[in-house]
């Protein structure tokens, strides 16, 4: 895609496959959903902004930058559970080794992603797969379908957006164990 | 997060995909595309990710060139006929039709059933189908007038039966035939018995298959003249294959077993991609058990399934 800068190029093969993990370890530290997703947005402007190039592991520097957000929030907050203060504890995310499961496989993303574009709107769903399916351009859908192309791009930007939407809420089942893995083995080093 | 008010996650990836819906169709603007990716790195994260989603559905449309190699067997079932229960609704299946009076039987799609006639001959009817048939004194006349029937036809030295299909009459005697109408051809399989088979034009072609040793024949009929071959015993079971509720594919590429399915399917297949559509396959499959099958393509070939419009477009998947 010409529209991609090379950053945004890393970005999508070294960061969004481990959406899922970021996505439970917002979600944990944070009680509410979307609050934690634009928590993990943030994170993501984050890691874009800095020298990317030179991070090493940058599921971990994502991990890091969404528990210092969340810090940053608590401050703010000044109530804070014990639940949330345990996820904090830095060693949790600093000593975990990258879990190499924990990467969203491409493979079963298309799979999921085909099977969402079936559930979405009726002629949402048939402009998305003129397009890309069947390699259609936006004036030959406005054509066959008597739409205007303004009418094609705004069933296009819809379609992305849900389908965007239902892989980024996709998780792997390890995501939600390796955050609690987190929490206990925070306990222990509180312990010992 | 800053202690302005900005846009949220939800609000970025919605900008996002517009950006791109734009972009894709020349209506954007490039610079304002920029000046709105560089305002603020979260919208760039978000603009990378729905670009994701775009790509990934480029995966979907993907050249052949990396369709796995076809392999001979999919899938090994061994299937429980089911041929009981086939003949309980055959009779509220017959009528008389307003304008012919004649006694018929039709299946919808997916549909099987099975009928004894008046002389103890024995008519299964595949998906889709429709036949007809009166009995006189001096013949027993069928008409096959859409899809595919299996016969068992009873000795009758005074009333020979008939079968009348694509403009062609096909004289069985006693024995047991598969009769498929494929558009203007019928295609008559002689398992046992003997056919004497007459087109439009008066070519007249007599088969026989008097004993098990024998080979089956087939018999393409229609305006085009008839041919007859002899068919091996698995391609003859794999003909019938239907009568116990399988469809049967060796080596057919997959355009050509999807035809084959969609016959007992009210939802169809598509397959558009023609690298995928060549890919050849083999296996035993239920009629009605598309997910089963479905499911053997993913796992063997990577097949991915988009349900638009009633349709199921496969797809070669990454």
């Not at chain 1, 089942?173 to 306990?187: C, G, L, N, T």
């Not at chain 2, 603020?40 to 990378?48: L, M, N, V």
């Not at chain 2, 595919?148 to 020979?160: G, I, K, L, S």
Request: overall charge neutral; hydrophobic content about 45%.
């Amino acid at each position: 895609m010409a529209w991609l800068r090379e950053a945004d190029r890393w970005f999508q093969a070294a960061v969004l496959p481990h959406r899922a993990v970021f996505r439970a370890y917002a979600r944990r530290l944070i009680g509410d959903d979307a609050e934690a997703d634009d928590l993990v947005q943030e994170a993501y402007g984050r890691v874009l902004g800095c020298d990317w190039r030179r991070l090493e592991a940058p599921e971990r520097f994502v991990l890091r930058v969404i528990r210092n957000l969340a810090v940053e929030r608590f401050r703010r907050a000044r109530v804070v559970s014990i639940r949330q203060i345990d996820a904090l504890d830095p060693d949790i995310v600093a000593d975990e080794a990258p879990d190499p499961l924990a990467r969203l496989e491409t493979r079963d993303d298309l799979r999921h992603v085909l099977k969402a574009l079936g559930t979405l709107p009726p002629q949402c769903r048939k402009v998305l797969v003129m397009r890309k399916l069947q390699g259609l351009s936006p004036g030959e859908i406005a054509v066959r379908m008597g739409l205007s192309v303004s009418t094609v791009e705004k069933h296009l930007a819809k379609g992305l957006r849900l389908l965007t939407e239902e892989r980024a809420r996709r998780e792997i089942p390890q995501a939600e164990i390796r955050s609690r893995e987190w929490v206990r083995s925070a306990r222990k080093v509180g312990r010992s | 997060m800053g202690s302005k008010r900005e846009e949220g996650r939800t609000e970025l990836i919605a900008q996002a995909a517009e950006w791109l819906a734009r972009l894709d169709s020349g209506s954007a603007d490039p610079d304002a595309f920029e000046d709105w990716r560089a305002g603020d790195p979260r919208r760039a994260a978000a603009f990378a990710e729905v670009a994701g989603t775009w790509d990934l559905l480029d995966g979907a449309r993907a050249a052949g060139a990396t369709a796995p190699r076809p392999r001979r067997e999919l899938d090994r079932r061994m299937l429980i006929a089911g041929g009981a229960s086939l003949a309980a609704g055959a009779a509220a299946a017959v009528y008389l039709g307003p304008s012919l009076l004649r006694p018929r039987l039709r299946t919808e799609v997916g549909e099987r059933r099975a009928l004894t006639l008046p002389d103890g001959s024995a008519i299964e009817l595949n998906t889709d189908s429709k036949l007809s048939w009166r009995f006189t004194s001096d013949a027993r006349r069928v008409w096959l007038e859409r899809g595919e029937a299996a016969f068992t036809v009873t000795p009758d030295a005074a009333r020979p039966f008939l079968l009348i299909a694509a403009a062609t009459v096909a004289r069985l005697a006693a024995g047991s035939f598969n009769a498929r109408l494929r558009e203007e051809r019928l295609d008559l399989l002689v398992l046992a018995g003997q056919a004497a088979v007459t087109t439009a034009a008066d070519v007249v072609r007599e088969v026989r298959v008097d004993g098990p040793a024998d080979a089956r024949r087939i018999v393409a009929a229609g305006p085009a003249g008839v041919v007859d071959q002899p068919v091996s015993e698995g391609d003859a079971q794999a003909v019938q294959a239907w009568r116990r509720g399988e469809i049967v594919f060796d080596g057919q590429p997959l355009s050509a077993a999807i035809e084959e399915y969609n016959r007992y399917l009210a939802s169809k297949l598509v397959v558009r991609d023609p690298a995928l559509a060549a890919t050849r396959l083999g296996g035993r499959f239920m009629t009605n058990d598309v997910d089963g099958f479905l499911n053997a393509l993913h796992a063997s070939f990577g097949v991915e399934v988009v349900e638009s419009d009633g349709e199921r477009i496969l797809t070669p998947g990454g």
